[in-house]
């Protein structure tokens, strides 16, 4: 959903996050007071915060770098912006995932499409989980792109994709981040974002694949509240003394996704796995691994040539798993 061009120029008005008097937000806009505190009312329905103060006019809670879609594709180098044909960047949308997963099934033939949002509704995690999604805050983004092989061809492909994150985040100077088999990003414990590819398509091809990531920027604890495990945000890790640009930030994110995806094949998680190996952040832990409904407790000792987890159980054999949640135990 795209808000209203009164309520996007509102916005834009208020994204520095000063105090502007109702007076000068009418002007500027030609508003009249009274439509002037119905588009506030409007967004502040959307879950955005804006603080009134008499004497002083309204201002958002905190500052917004609003998402540029002329500043994150000229970001982009010539060879990734020809790989893409749509690029959407939504206001308010349900999942920028649910979105391209329906369009993929509507039109098979799509790719290098992009959905990115400011806010999602619906913003899934792994096995149906809420992803807390407030404005203007994270970062929320979905590629759809066509494979000409089948779905099997695909196998390490989220793990792939958490290495192009972690490149993406060491060229904006942040560093110590981890992956958590197979396709959480973790610092120090806590999750940072998570990774979630939906494929579908015939199994001998081609097929579609919807990557998606969802990145904490700046998260603040009261939108945290639903979150049942242990978080963090960039602004967290570079202490607030560094600020980094959402589009900037963005752009690097795609030109890393395109990287991966343009070029991928059954044959290509082998140039990845050393790294993802680097920036494993569960070797040797002792975890326990969710599958289905059976929990196995175990020590992770990596993952192996197909990026499959190896887990040594409390019997001392080891064994290789596909998929499951995999939880750190607390000692």
């Known amino acids: 959903m795209q808000f209203s061009e009164k309520k996007q120029a509102l916005l834009r008005l208020l994204a520095d996050g000063c105090f502007h008097s109702g007076t000068e937000l009418a002007q500027q806009l030609n508003f009249s007071r009274s439509a002037l505190w119905k588009q506030i009312n409007a967004l502040e329905e959307q879950g955005i915060e804006i603080l009134a103060v008499n004497g002083k006019g309204y201002r958002l809670k905190s500052p917004v770098e609003l998402l540029d879609k002329s500043n994150i594709i000229n970001s982009l180098t010539a060879a990734t912006q020809q790989l893409i044909a749509v690029f959407d960047i939504h206001d308010q949308i349900d999942s920028t995932n649910t979105n391209l997963v329906a369009l993929s099934r509507e039109i098979p033939e799509s790719t290098g499409v992009i959905c990115l949002a400011e806010q999602q509704t619906a913003g899934r995690g792994r096995r149906g989980r809420e992803w807390v999604s407030p ?46 088999w197979p396709n959480d990003i973790y610092w120090q414990q806590k999750k940072l974002g998570g990774i979630l590819v939906e494929v579908s398509g015939e199994s001998n091809g081609p097929c579609s694949a919807v990557i998606g990531l969802g990145l904490n920027l700046h998260l603040s604890s009261d939108k945290a509240l639903s979150i049942k495990q242990d978080w963090i945000d960039i602004n967290q890790i570079l202490g607030g003394n560094h600020k980094i640009s959402r589009n900037q930030l963005q752009a690097s994110l795609l030109e890393q996704f395109f990287q991966v995806i343009s070029q991928y094949t059954e044959q290509s998680f082998a140039q ?54 995999v939880s750190f135990r607390r000692s």
């Open 272 to 325: 990845y796995r050393d790294e993802w190996r680097l920036y494993d952040c569960m070797q040797g832990q002792a975890v326990n691994l969710f599958v289905g409904k059976q929990i196995v407790g175990g020590t992770v000792l990596g993952i192996n040539d197909d990026g499959l987890l190896l887990l040594q159980t409390q019997d001392g054999k080891v064994q290789c798993y596909a998929s499951g949640e």
């Open 135 to 180: 404005f203007g805050s994270n970062l929320y983004c979905s590629v759809l792109w066509r494979f000409q092989e089948g779905p099997a061809s695909l196998s390490g492909l989220s793990l792939a994709i958490g290495v192009a994150v972690i490149k993406a985040l060491n060229a904006h100077g942040i560093e110590g981040v981890g992956l958590k």
